[in-house]
């Protein structure tokens, strides 16, 4: 079955504790996405991977690394989580337009739900 | 301004009913649009995308795109309680696969 899988689904950690939340896709995708969703302001882009070892910074990527050592996968890293980064987190892969794709929508990972105590 | 705004809602409808959902951006560049759907507790899953002007329909989903006024609109015709969910616009430019969200239009459907 073609998904992206993220893990875990729900995490409590405190303050300042290091976490690494990953993101699995199979469908060969080139571009991946790492968003966060908060009530009243939608989804927000952090970090982007237009393939392996390109990655850039999204809307808001203050906090967070990413990398992208090989093409399936995408982990986001928090090395110092604070409270502001309680959230609901969502990784997205979608094929390339070089790739011959007809569009472009994301297919989404079934979300991480992180609270920073 | 926000680069994807949307009507919050709740839009409350009766089942069988039509269902109005809008939406306008501010990059007059931006050439693919989207709709997805939202359950509560769920990730967004994908229900429609247009990229030229005019309407565009898929079952009981219709897109329409007027990209002179910048805005795309989704109707949902028959609408059921399964359609209860919060809808998401997003919008990008062709040479960017950024996808920029708005805020979703929740939706409830009354039986």
């Known amino acids: 079955e073609a998904q992206v899988t993220q893990n875990p689904r729900y995490l409590i950690t405190v303050t300042g504790k290091k976490l690494t939340v990953t993101c699995s896709q199979n469908?060969?995708?080139?571009?991946m996405s790492w968003y966060r969703q908060d009530p009243g302001l939608g989804l927000r882009q952090i970090y982007y991977?237009?393939?392996?070892?390109?990655?850039d910074k999204g809307d808001v990527p203050e906090g967070y690394k990413v990398s992208r050592k090989e093409k399936r996968n995408f982990p986001l890293i928090l090395e110092s989580p604070s409270p502001n980064q309680t959230s609901l987190y969502f990784c997205?892969?979608?094929?390339?337009?070089?790739?011959?794709?007809?569009?472009?929508?994301?297919?989404f990972g079934s979300g991480t739900r992180l609270t920073v105590v | 301004q926000k680069e994807v705004e949307q009507n919050s809602g709740p839009l409350s409808v009766p089942e069988g009913a039509i269902a109005s959902l809008n939406c306008t951006y501010s990059?007059?560049?931006?050439?693919?649009f989207f709709w997805y759907r939202q359950y509560s507790g769920k990730s967004p899953e994908l229900i429609m995308f247009?990229?030229?002007?005019g309407d565009k329909e898929d079952g009981r989903f219709t897109a329409q795109l007027n990209k002179a006024s910048q805005y795309v609109s989704l109707l949902i015709r028959d609408s059921q309680p399964s359609d209860s969910a919060t809808y998401l616009c997003?919008?990008?430019?062709?040479?960017?696969?950024?996808?920029?969200f708005g805020a979703g239009t929740t939706v409830t459907v009354r039986a």
């Open positions: 997205a892969s979608s094929l390339s337009k070089e790739a011959g794709a007809s569009y472009y929508g994301y297919t």
């Open positions: 469908m060969n995708h080139e571009y």
């Open positions: 991977s237009m393939n392996v070892e390109v990655t």
């Open positions: 990059d007059r560049g931006s050439q693919s």
């Open positions: 247009i990229y030229s002007n």
């Open positions: 997003a919008v990008s430019r062709s040479n960017d696969y950024k996808l920029s």
